[in-house]
């Protein structure tokens, strides 16, 4: 990464659905190593920013640049493969595979069937994806491991409690080994235990140098572990800033009671 240039930056970004634009020119950078939050009422274009972002929507204006380089309307995989990653919900059947398969077959599923071989020999020159069925096994355990999973391991996925498989959904983003990640609401319906140990497993992975954005409506979670929030009205970004200034501004004040 070259100095100063931000992990991601997306500017002038655009999308309308059917003659409503969900998205409408939002800009803003998400700096290296930060937890940058990003929140706004319900219909503020969050989700379709981020699926923008990561290639799932082809924006119909505006740039996406990871390290400096342009993914603007690139496919999903090769996103992923460039080294940003976003969450998903785990589908139907992987809940029927257990918490170890899932793990296992994340990296594939991030960047897409096929690309797996392709990136073997660490093209991102980084940690590389594991080198080895071997070497993948060792890393699943040592994720399983971090995130207090492995007395899951032989579980089904689909009998994991909502924060159980939060936390497995972050791990499996992990092992595609991203530089980005965004979170789309990773907290909801997770208790409060387990809602600690994911903000915990974030504030560990930003400190080993991730970066993250992400969506989230507790006020006092961005508050209290956000060190940027970027909030979004009417597909815009309307303000950007620490925590502390953002809470006292009128305009997100008026945003959020204004209705
Ligand atoms: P947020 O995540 O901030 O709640 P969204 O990005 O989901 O907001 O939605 C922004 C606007 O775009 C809303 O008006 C929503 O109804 C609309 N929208 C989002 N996705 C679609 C879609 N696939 N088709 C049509 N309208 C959509
Ligand atoms: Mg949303």
Known sequence: TAEG??????E???KS???IRAVDGASFSVEAGTLTGMIGPNGAGKSTTFDCITGFH????????LDGRPITGHAPHEIAQAGLVRTFQIARE???MTVLENLMLAPQHQLGEGMWRAVLPGSRGRRSVAASERELRETVWETLDRFELSHLAD?????LSGGQRKLLELARALLADPDVLLLDEPLAGVNPTLEKRLLERIEDLRADGHTFLLVEHDM???MTHCDRVIVMNQGDVLVEGPPETVRTNEQVIEAYLGG
Do not use: K, M, N, S
């Open 220 to 222: 006092d979670v961005i």
């Open 17 to 19: 659905f059917e003659g």
């Open 5 to 10: 240039t931000p992990p991601l930056r997306v």
């Open 155 to 159: 579980e089904y996925a689909g009998t």
């Open 58 to 65: 082809t924006p119909d204006g505006g740039t996406v640049e």
């Open 12 to 14: 002038g970004l655009q």
């Open 94 to 96: 992987l809940e029927e």
